[in-house]
């Protein structure tokens, strides 16, 4: 943990510490949701070849089930929410630096 100059300083660094947490948290779940969808498709190659159906056809109607449409909407949502926490825990982390340059106080 870094030494603050100040407490708006430290406040504003837990504040990016806090955001960059649940960003992480946000991306665990898009990979959680991007591995269903990979476990799913070679699910259904398999399934489809038991069943004389070619890879291709396997994989068309593998991306036309709710399951794959709701693995990859899950996906995208949680890596944009991802990206809009790790902006916003850039920007408090910028704000800290900033602080620390322009602090005369310790605390």
Same mark, same amino acid.
């Given at each position: ?51 004389? %159906? ?5 994989? %068309? ?47």
């Amino acid at each position: 943990m870094p030494r603050f100059h100040n407490e708006e300083e430290r406040a504003a660094w837990m504040l990016a510490e806090s955001l960059a947490e649940t960003a992480r948290a946000m991306m665990k779940q898009a990979e959680t949701a991007l591995e269903t969808w990979r476990v799913g498709k070679e699910l259904n190659r398999v399934l489809c070849a038991r069943r004389g %159906i070619s890879a291709s056809d396997a994989e %068309i109607r593998w991306s036309e089930t709710a399951k794959a449409k709701n693995a990859l909407t899950d996906n995208s949502f949680h890596v944009t929410l991802a990206t809009m926490y790790f902006g916003a825990a850039a920007a408090h982390y910028s704000r800290a630096q900033y602080l620390r340059s322009h602090g005369e106080a310790r605390v």
